[in-house]
């Protein structure tokens, strides 16, 4: 009997060490980087790639009346980007339909007529029943910025250590003072 109770002693020593080392290792990454995403190009991924840089994700529309944004988008990224921050950009058809494509069209679209080289990512919902977990991690009542995602080009601001800081609605212009504020404090820190 003594035998029989060492060995079992074992193996939950193991169980008990893996348990707690997964509860370590999950409370160091931040729930957002573990997300299944998929690039523009179909390609599995998250943002887990972008883990220590401070990120500016939004939801992009080729034919919506912000669609000129994309241009300060990439001002944004090209200004930023060695200081650490990274535009994603989410095309997302939930509003006036105003992005239709495939992601081959969309892709064209961005560098044809934006010359964007920011990451773009698969088409995806923000709203609805067939909204997205990173959309309901963003923008759902666990957030630090809870509400719906309102239109096209809204924008979270993530620091780099993936927390989210801010939410800015599509009227805020990429260049704008109010989110290179906060671009600049989120990369100070």
């Known amino acids: 009997m003594g035998c029989l109770a060492n060995s079992?002693?074992?193996?939950?020593?193991?169980?008990?060490?893996?348990?707690?080392m997964a509860t370590v290792l999950s409370a160091e990454e931040p729930q957002l980087y573990s997300i299944p995403l998929k690039d523009i190009d179909g390609r599995d991924t998250s943002l887990k790639a972008y883990a220590g840089k401070t990120l500016l994700i939004v939801n992009v529309a080729s034919q919506c009346?912000?669609?000129?944004?994309y241009e300060g988008l990439e001002a944004l990224y090209r200004k930023y980007k060695d200081k650490g921050l990274m535009v994603l950009g989410f095309p997302c058809?939930?509003?006036?339909?105003?992005?239709?494509g495939t992601n081959g069209e969309i892709k064209l679209f961005c560098s044809g007529k934006y010359n964007v080289t920011f990451p773009l990512?698969?088409?995806l919902h923000t709203i609805g029943a067939e909204r997205h977990p990173l959309y309901t991690a963003l923008s759902g009542p666990a957030s630090p910025a809870p509400g719906p995602v309102t239109w096209n080009f809204n924008k979270y601001?993530?620091?780099?250590?993936?927390?989210?800081?801010?939410?800015?609605?599509?009227e805020v212009e990429p260049?704008?003072?109010t989110l290179t504020k906060a671009i600049d404090a989120a990369l100070a820190k």
């Open 157 to 170: 601001l993530i620091s780099h250590d993936g927390r989210i800081l801010a939410h800015f609605e599509s």
């Open 8 to 20: 079992m002693k074992f193996p939950l020593f193991f169980a008990c060490f893996a348990l707690a």
């Open 175 to 177: 260049e704008s003072a």
């Open 121 to 123: 990512f698969d088409k």
């Open 65 to 69: 009346g912000f669609t000129p944004q």
């Open 93 to 100: 058809n939930d509003f006036g339909e105003q992005e239709p």
